[in-house]
C-alpha cells in the first residue's frame, strides 16, 4: 500500500498524460503532490524531506512548464531532483557521522558503518545514473518517449535497486553474522 501511496502522483501524471497531454498531466502530477504532502502532514504532523524537496521542484519545474508551454522544464525536474539527491546523499558520506542510506534505514537494520557507506555510494550511484538516464531520453525521443520513460522506466529502475539493495543488504548482514557480529 505504501508503494501505491509513493508512486500516486506518477501514476496520476500517466493516466493523465495518456488520456490528454503533456499539460494537463503536469498540472495533474502538481495536484497529485500536493496531496500527498498535506496528507503525510495532517497523518503524519510532519512531511518527509525527500517529498517536500520533490514537491517543491514539481510546483516550480511544473509551474513553469504550464506559464510557458514549454515541456523542457517539467523533463528537466527528473534530473534536478535526482542529482540534488544524489549530491546530499554524497554530503553525507563525506561530512556526516551517518550517511542519508543509515538515517533512513538504521532503525530497521544493523550494519556496519563501512556497509552503510558502501550503501549510500549505491543510492549515489542510482540517483545519478537515473537523472544521466533522463537527460538522455528527453534530449533523443519524443515527448511520448519520455512520458513512459518517466513513469515505467523509472518505477521498474526503483523497483530494481529496492529489490538489490535488499539482497545487498541480506548478503551483507549475514556476512556479518558469520564473522561472529561485530557490533
Not at 500517466?14 to 495536484?31: E, G, K, N, P, R
Not at 540517483?127 to 518517449?145: H, R, W
Not at 558469520?178 to 557490533?183: I, K, L, N, T
Request: no cysteine; proline share 2%; net charge positive.
Amino acid at each position: 500500500m505504501k508503494l501505491l501511496f509513493d508512486f500516486f502522483p506518477l501514476i496520476a501524471f500517466f493516466v493523465a498524460f495518456t488520456l490528454y497531454d503533456l499539460y494537463v498531466a503536469t498540472a495533474t502530477i502538481i495536484v497529485a503532490i500536493g496531496l500527498q504532502i498535506a496528507y503525510q502532514w495532517f497523518r503524519h504532523g510532519k512531511v518527509n524531506n525527500m517529498l517536500l524537496i520533490s514537491g517543491v521542484l514539481v510546483a516550480v519545474f511544473g509551474g513553469i512548464t504550464l506559464v510557458l508551454r514549454d515541456p523542457l522544464f517539467i523533463q528537466w525536474k527528473v534530473t534536478v531532483v535526482n542529482w540534488l539527491f544524489a549530491a546530499a546523499f554524497l554530503g553525507s558520506q563525506l561530512f556526516g557521522q551517518k550517511t542519508f542510506t543509515e538515517r533512513l534505514m538504521g532503525q530497521a537494520v544493523e550494519l556496519d558503518p563501512a556497509v552503510w557507506r558502501q550503501l549510500n555510494l549505491l543510492w549515489i550511484v542510482n540517483f545519478a545514473v537515473i537523472g544521466a538516464l533522463n537527460l538522455y531520453v528527453m534530449y533523443n525521443f519524443d515527448v511520448q518517449v519520455w512520458v513512459y520513460f518517466k513513469t515505467w522506466g523509472m518505477i521498474g529502475l526503483s523497483v530494481l535497486m529496492a529489490v538489490g539493495q535488499a539482497f545487498w543488504i541480506s548478503s551483507r548482514a549475514a556476512d556479518r553474522g558469520a564473522d561472529g557480529g561485530g557490533g
